[in-house]
């Protein structure tokens, strides 16, 4: 059980990861076959419940990722918001 919901979680992480870089470094049209490849090893290892999982923690993730603010004037400061702040 416990071994199921860690293998859940790493993989939300990479895919949210991969997600997360694709977007950022504008890879999507090439890596877009890929990015669903941790939800299918969960699924391969652990059955269609640990694929739902990892797939929901994903949304989680990626929905309610922070967001990095960083304003510029006289003083540099970086703020952090969540995105239920916008």
Known sequence: ???SLVET????AVSG???TLATLLRLESYLGYFLPMPVIVAAMRSG???GRKTMTATC???LCKPRLKVACGNSM???LQTASAY
């Open 48 to 50: 269609p419940a640990a």
């Open 17 to 19: 990861l991969a997600f």
């Open 1 to 3: 059980m416990l071994q």
């Open 60 to 62: 989680f993730l990626l």
């Open 9 to 12: 979680a790493m993989l939300a």
């Open 77 to 79: 400061h970086i703020t």
